[in-house]
């Protein structure tokens, strides 16, 4: 049973480019959350698709956009890219319960991205 | 503002050892905490924990919830070189989708 899987693991950019990264979630799992996590510290929340719709989203400007598609992957796309954005980019999947407690977001090993 | 503080920021110990790490927090509308382990890459799911009081455990590692105090912790017995990681605190709010998580504690356990 595959878990999360992102792609690339690793990329280079140059300030003022644009990046697309990439995640599939674990089977059974319709939701899919992207954090940005910089060096020494902890997940920051970007967003969260379901239904192919932005669910919530967290303080990050419109140069981060997603998408979800039909068979519940996603894209997290980057605009105008700044040496801020340097950092490691989780995916994070769960499966979504109408009542009850939410069940654990697993996440995948990334993508590194870095900025010259 | 919701907001998550784990302490301490890190910590160096020797195998066999225990370790209890902490993880405070204020947010509006409480749903759960999560523990989570980081090594190199993703982070992998540990506990999730929603009522007060009530252990969590699962081998070496356990953990605790005081919602009146609101902390957690999470403890590792018998420490192994294999427990050296980040350890993530995180917290789910009510009426949102999002973990809010803290700094992480960064342990390393030397032989």
């Known amino acids: 049973d595959a878990g999360v899987t992102q792609s690339p693991t690793h990329l280079i950019k140059t300030r003022g480019q644009q990046v697309t990264l990439r995640c599939s979630p674990k089977?059974?799992?319709?939701?899919v959350s992207w954090y940005q996590q910089a060096l020494g510290q902890g997940p920051q929340f970007i967003f969260q698709?379901?239904?192919?719709?932005?669910?919530q989203r967290g303080n990050f400007p419109d140069r981060f956009s997603g998408h979800q598609f039909p068979n519940y992957s996603s894209e997290l796309n980057v605009n105008a890219l700044l040496l801020g954005d340097s950092a490691l980019y989780l995916c994070a999947s769960s499966k979504w319960v109408l009542t009850g407690v939410n069940q654990p977001q697993h996440f995948g090993d990334g993508t590194r991205l870095s900025i010259l | 503002e919701d907001k998550v503080v784990q302490s301490p920021l890190s910590l160096v110990v020797h195998e066999g050892d225990t370790v209890t790490l902490n993880c405070s927090y204020e947010?509006?509308?409480?749903?759960?905490l999560l523990w989570y382990k980081q090594e190199k890459k993703a982070p992998t799911f540990l506990f999730m924990l929603t009522s007060s009081g009530i252990e969590k455990k699962s081998g070496r590692l356990s953990s605790i919830l005081d919602k009146k105090e609101l902390f957690s912790i999470l403890n590792i017995t018998a420490t192994q070189t294999g427990d050296s990681a980040i350890y993530l605190c995180?917290?789910?709010?009510?009426?949102?989708?999002?973990?809010?998580f803290g700094t992480g504690t960064r342990l390393k356990v030397l032989a």
């Open positions: 947010v509006t509308n409480f749903r759960s």
């Open positions: 089977s059974g799992h319709d939701t």
């Open positions: 995180a917290v789910e709010a009510r009426g949102t989708y999002k973990y809010i």
């Open positions: 698709y379901y239904e192919e719709e932005e669910r």
